[in-house]
């Protein structure tokens, strides 16, 4: 039973446009989400988080926009660079009864072609 | 600077052999986990701590176990690898509430021959 789930193995964008990465989840419980990035051979490095009680968190280049009506949540690059291109992840927090593990998508490869 | 290091980065081994795969940081975590990660695939957990002389098995069976003697070190032990073994190990460590999310290692690509 997967509670995070990114239906996008993979995804190209062209450099300068907007790449937008989904992510769905079935918890409700759920109360923080978070974005990382991955390079091959390199551990995930954080990117961005929201609260479930926020609708868009911005940071730079990156927004993240939660739906909990529809248990979705995008994240948002604008605009595309080359070194974009990773396996980026998203993840979502269980609260304190279950000591705030993550539990994890598989990732979407995103792909930024010149 | 503050970080979390593994070691080794690459390890190609035997079939049968004892293999430990070392984590350290350096933020003063309390909670330290053990993910296994394959190409395409979500990261497993395999392993966490949340204190010294705490251990806990994650969601996936492993067939590993670990230590946590320092609250900066967790390593991770094959007594015996396979070839299923073979994977991406990538350790992390996290504050109490994980506001921050987690810091991860940069792995250990196993392989088992």
């Known amino acids: 039973d997967q509670q995070v789930k990114q239906n996008s193995p993979s995804l190209s964008v062209q450099e300068g446009r907007i790449s937008i990465l989904n992510c769905d989840y079935t918890?409700?419980?759920?109360?923080?989400f978070l974005w990382y990035k991955k390079y091959p051979a390199e551990g995930p490095t954080f990117l961005i988080s929201?609260?479930?009680i926020k609708d868009k968190n911005e940071d730079g280049r990156f927004t993240v926009f939660l739906n909990k009506s529809a248990k979705h949540l995008s994240l948002h690059i604008v605009p595309s660079q080359p070194g974009d291109s990773a396996v980026y992840f998203c993840?979502?927090?269980?609260?304190?009864?279950?000591?705030?593990?993550?539990?994890w998508g598989a990732g979407t490869k995103l792909i930024i072609k010149p | 600077e503050a970080d979390i290091y593994q070691t080794p980065r690459y390890l190609v081994i035997g079939t049968g052999k004892k293999i430990t795969l070392e984590c350290s940081q350096t933020?003063?975590?309390?909670?330290m986990y053990w993910y296994q990660q394959d190409p395409g695939m979500e990261l497993h957990l395999i392993h966490y701590?949340?204190?010294?002389?705490?251990?806990e098995k994650g969601d996936l069976s492993s067939e590993s176990t670990v230590s946590r003697i320092r609250t900066e070190h967790f390593p991770l032990t094959l007594e015996s690898a396979r070839p299923s073994h073979t994977s991406q190990y990538l350790c992390?460590?996290?504050?109490?509430?994980?506001?921050?999310?987690?810091?991860f290692g940069s792995g250990t690509r196993l392989t088992v021959v």
């Open positions: 701590s949340y204190g010294v002389n705490s251990t």
């Open positions: 933020m003063g975590h309390d909670k």
């Open positions: 929201i609260s479930s």
């Open positions: 918890n409700s419980m759920f109360d923080y």
């Open positions: 992390a460590s996290s504050e109490d509430q994980g506001y921050y999310g987690y810091t």
């Open positions: 993840a979502a927090r269980k609260g304190m009864d279950s000591n705030y593990q993550l539990i």
